[in-house]
Each structure stands twice: as C-alpha cells, then as structure tokens.
C-alpha cells in the first residue's frame, strides 16, 4: 500500500479574513483563465511536496468515515465542530459521501499535544521523511491502493501548537482538503489553501473548483496524465459556460465554516 504525505509548514501566516480576500480576488480574476485553473490543478492534484509521484489522479471511491482520537487530551467540542462542518461542506461541493463513526473508521483525526506529535507521526507514518515533527504545524497521510484508490488515512493535529499560533483553522480546513486527493503545496496556486504562504486559511474559489473537477465521475481513480488532461479540459469547459467559475467564490461561502465565523 502507497501513502502519500502532506503538512502545514511553518511561516504560514493566517487570518481570518478569507471572505473578505475572496471579494477581492473577484475584482481580479486570472485564476479563472482556464489554462490557468488546469495547470494549478495538475500542480495540487498530480504532484506531492514529499517525493516524485506518476501524476495519476487520487480519489475515494467508498464513503469517508472519520472518527476523533485523543492522546491524552480531553475531548475538544471545538475542534470536532470544525472538522464535522468542514466535512459537510467536502460532501457538499464534491457530491462524495462523508461521515462521523462511532465504529470502523477508514479516517483517523488524531489530537495530541506537541510534546506527542513526533512519536504519534512514527506511529501512523510509514515514510522516512526526516524532521517532520519540527517542519510541519500538523499534518496527513493518505493510503492507496494498487488501483491509486484512497483507502485509508490520517490527519495529526498538535492542539496546543496549533492553537497558539493562530493555526488550528487552516490545519483542519488544509489537511481534510488534501486528504480528498489534492496532496501537494505551491507557493505560486493561488488563491488557495493550498498555498502556504498565503493568507488563505478556508476554502476558495479555486479550491472549490479543484475539488469539483477531481470528484467528476469521468475522472477516475489511477488515471494516467495523458489520459485525465482532455477529461479536465472538458470539465473546466463546463464549469466556465454554466457559470459555475465565475461564481465560485459566492458559491464556496455558502457552506462550511464560514457561516461560523461571518454569520
């Protein structure tokens, strides 16, 4: 089985203010070229931070079902109601069956402190990437099968640290995004929180439109890069004539956690 990791790396400098940067991103709109959307889409959704990668597309096809682990810390009404209506909002724009359990989990959100993050890093992360722990804010593994199929994963999330870096938001809104498929960073996508040196900690208009292209059924998992490119070309062309792009941004505000913080 493959596993593919991703992170928030330090420096990352968040507010809260993404509604408010997404309005302005509407009065200058080169990220909706469709050139330009295709390319940053095969730059998040075909390439890792971590290690060389074929370009095939990586998707779930059964349902995500996520439960919460605590290493010795209480339980966090906070942080669950995070990640519950991030969640929703995932289902909700990639039409992609997602759940909390109680029981067998494919999904593991683990919270700890940042004295555990090396040690619960060992315990759920196969890869040999060194120092992790002290260049990531938090972080996910995905699981693949041999068809490039998501199967399994984990999200690791240091409350404490996170917290009092004003970063608890993007690891819950960035980590959950990428464990849809979307596993890399680039300093140069934006607007998204794939970026991480922007100022981007919540979904935008892009990202809506990333996950909207990965989750259509034409695009399936293990698809070769020659194979998905006129597949995405297509589906960007849709997007554009349905209006869909043009409106992202109202549409990516609609759900999720903004309504937690500007309604």
């Known amino acids: 089985m493959k596993s593919i990791l991703f992170a928030v790396l330090p420096g990352l400098v968040i507010t809260f203010l993404t509604f408010y940067s997404n309005s302005a991103f509407s009065m200058h709109n080169d990220w909706q070229n469709p050139r330009y959307i295709q390319k940053a889409f095969n730059e998040i959704a075909l390439k890792n931070e971590y290690k060389t990668t074929e370009k095939r597309i990586?998707?779930?096809?059964?349902?995500?079902?996520?439960?919460?682990?605590?290493?010795?810390?209480?339980?966090?009404?906070?942080?669950?109601?995070?990640?519950?209506?991030?969640?929703?909002?995932?289902?909700?724009?990639?039409?992609?069956?997602?759940?909390?359990?109680?029981?067998?989990?494919?999904?593991?959100?683990?919270?700890?402190?940042?004295?555990?993050?090396?040690?619960?890093?060992?315990?759920?992360?196969?890869?040999?990437?060194?120092?992790?722990?002290?260049?990531?804010?938090?972080?996910?593994?995905?699981?693949?099968?041999?068809?490039?199929?998501?199967?399994?994963?984990?999200?690791?999330?240091?409350?404490?640290?996170?917290?009092?870096?004003?970063?608890?938001?993007?690891?819950v809104v960035e980590e959950s995004t990428q464990m849809m498929g979307l596993p890399n960073d680039s300093d140069w996508v934006t607007p998204s929180v794939a970026n991480d040196a922007s100022r981007l900690d919540l979904l935008t208009g892009l990202d809506y439109v990333f996950l909207t292209i990965l989750y259509d059924p034409e695009l399936t998992s293990g698809m070769a890069f020659e194979q998905s490119q006129p597949v995405i070309s297509r589906k960007i062309q849709t997007l554009q004539n349905t209006g869909v792009i043009e409106n992202a941004n109202k549409l990516v505000n609609q759900g999720g956690i903004y309504p937690l913080l500007f309604n």
């Open 58 to 171: 990586l998707k779930w096809q059964i349902p995500i079902l996520y439960r919460f682990k605590y290493h010795e810390l209480p339980n966090n009404p906070m942080v669950e109601t995070l990640f519950n209506e991030h969640f929703k909002h995932l289902a909700s724009i990639t039409g992609h069956a997602i759940a909390p359990t109680e029981g067998n989990a494919n999904l593991t959100i683990h919270l700890l402190k940042d004295a555990q993050y090396a040690s619960v890093i060992k315990q759920v992360n196969n890869d040999s990437v060194k120092n992790l722990s002290r260049e990531s804010n938090c972080m996910g593994t995905l699981h693949l099968d041999n068809q490039h199929n998501i199967v399994s994963g984990d999200i690791i999330i240091p409350v404490d640290h996170a917290f009092s870096r004003g970063l608890l938001t993007a690891c």
